[in-house]
């Protein structure tokens, strides 16, 4: 408001000024003589200034038809960019203005005018490396991939824009699902900017997709030295890698590196699960229980978990069961309260057949937060109390229905693993897994309710009902399979026939 006051006090103040001017021109008298070819023009004051103004404009456009007239010269005598010169002053600004309209239309997504914008550039920029770069964004823009990958191929061969190309035609490649021609090309976009924080994550990508543990090792370095990564994250990230340089041969026969993969991948991260309960195992192969011991407890003071346990019960793979209780206190010691510490303590006493402590330990798991691991444990002291078929199938068939509790589950798509991995076998995405309760309860479908009555009439038929998987189980999701109660109770006590058999001589 003020300003708009203040441009027209100073618009009327120039007209005043400009008026008092030429009044006072006007009244002047005298003026400017000119003799020319021997006439005599008397100019009066308002003239002149006029005259002069004329003069002014005469000499400019003089000027420009002299560049011309001397462009044309130089082009008469043989250089034709000398003229052309003259209109791509003009052209050049034109070529600008395409190439700042198709920026604008590439960032508003419109892909044709984007395209139709570059090519104009291109024609008057002569630029290449400025417009190709445009071109290469339109056409993936409008899905023309094929221009696209030829345009990145042109920014290969120049230097200056070679990064660009390369990235280009990597990120082409990925989109294709070519991880191999990819992983190459990230390689090489990184020799020529190893910094580069994109590149490095999706070279690391590529790398544990394709189980190159060394190499995906060497590029979590660069990405710390590069500084785009937490220390802790790398040594977690770094004890994974290390892991699973280990876990990829010590399926068949660990040799003393892969031991010490898994020593080391315990040392960098103690907390990681897979990775203390390989370790234990190295040191047991090794005829070293003490360190082993140490290992599992470590972890087991962070987390427990039933692997743990399970290396923990090969350190003396031939203790009676009850020399098995004493020496596990070590661990359920540490978390008493812990739902796994519990349930590991029903199972070692339902092995030793002491089934008043097994429900001891069980406590109020039962009532409070029980899943099917639980409710067949109680199935299982039933049964070695002496409970009537009936009462047994009841806890087998709550079994049924009731969720796994925590399993592994990538934080990414939540997708539930049987076996702990580097990188999730759903969306490959690396380190996800964590042991947690899957947030949607994979409970028997709604199949497998309805199914109940035949699957608890069917368990009255078969004399081992624990080992026999339903089919209309399996259907389900996340089945319960039964051959779970096999799996998680077996390695506590390998030297023992299984709980059925041992239940069934009693009764
Ligand atoms: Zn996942």
Redesign the pocket.
């Known amino acids: 408001m003020l300003w708009s006051l203040l441009k027209i006090l100073v618009f009327v103040a120039i007209v005043g000024l400009l008026a008092m001017g030429a009044i006072f021109l006007m009244d002047t008298s005298g003026g400017v003589q000119i003799t020319a070819a021997g006439t005599e023009y008397t100019l009066g004051p308002l003239q002149s200034v006029i005259a002069l103004g004329v003069l002014v404009l005469v000499i400019w456009l003089f000027f420009k038809l002299l560049t011309l007239l001397v462009a044309t010269l130089h082009f008469l005598n043989g250089d034709e960019t000398a003229l052309s010169r003259y209109f791509d002053r003009s052209r050049e600004k034109r070529g600008y203005q395409a190439l700042a309209d198709g920026l604008m239309a590439l960032a508003s997504g419109e892909g044709r005018v984007a395209m139709n914008k570059a090519t104009k550039a291109e024609k008057l920029l002569n630029k290449p490396e400025l417009t190709n770069l445009l071109v290469a964004q339109a056409a993936e823009m409008n899905g023309d991939t094929k221009k696209a990958s030829d345009t990145y191929k042109k920014l290969v061969t120049n230097n200056a824009t070679r990064f660009v190309g390369v990235r280009g035609i990597m990120k082409q490649k990925l989109a294709e699902g070519d991880d191999e021609t990819a992983r190459k090309l990230a390689e090489k976009a990184l020799a020529i900017k190893p910094r580069h924080g994109e590149t490095q994550d999706i070279l690391l990508g590529l790398q544990t997709k394709a189980q190159d543990w060394v190499g995906a090792r060497s590029t979590l370095t660069a990405k710390l030295k590069a500084g785009h990564l937490p220390r802790d994250v790398f040594k977690r990230r770094d004890a994974v890698l290390a892991l699973s340089e280990a876990k990829d041969i010590l399926d068949d026969s660990a040799t003393v590196e892969q031991q010490e993969h898994a020593i080391e991948a315990n040392r960098l991260s103690p907390d990681l699960v897979p990775a203390a309960a390989m370790a234990a195992r190295a040191y047991i192969e090794k005829g070293k229980p003490r360190p082993a011991t140490k290992i599992l407890k470590k972890a087991w003071e962070v987390q427990p978990h039933p692997d743990l346990a399970h290396a923990f019960a090969e350190i003396a793979p031939d203790e009676t069961p009850t020399e098995r209780i004493k020496r596990f206190t070590a661990l359920t010691r540490i978390h008493p309260e812990n739902m796994e510490t519990r349930l590991i303590l029903a199972e070692l006493n339902i092995v030793a057949e002491d089934f008043p402590e097994a429900r001891r330990a069980l406590g109020d798991v039962v009532e409070k937060q029980a899943d099917a691991r639980a409710y067949t444990l109680m199935a299982a002291i039933e049964r070695g109390e002496g409970a009537t078929d009936a009462v047994v199938q009841g806890w087998l068939a709550k079994a049924l229905n009731a969720p796994r509790g925590p399993q592994w589950v990538?934080?990414?798509?939540?997708?539930i693993q049987a076996e702990w991995g580097p990188v999730?076998?759903?969306?490959?995405?690396f380190d996800?897994l964590s042991w947690q309760t899957p947030q949607t309860p994979e409970i028997a479908t709604a199949t497998g309710v309805h199914m109940l009555p035949l699957i608890v009439g069917a368990l009255e038929d078969t004399a081992e009902p624990e080992l026999e998987p339903e089919p209309e189980v399996e259907e389900t999701e996340e089945p319960v399979d039964p051959e779970v109660i096999e799996i998680e109770v077996e390695p506590v006590r390998p030297d023992v026939e299984p709980i059925d058999k041992e239940v069934e001589k009693q009764t």
């Open positions: 990538c934080d990414n798509c939540h997708d999730c076998q759903n969306c490959h995405s996800t």
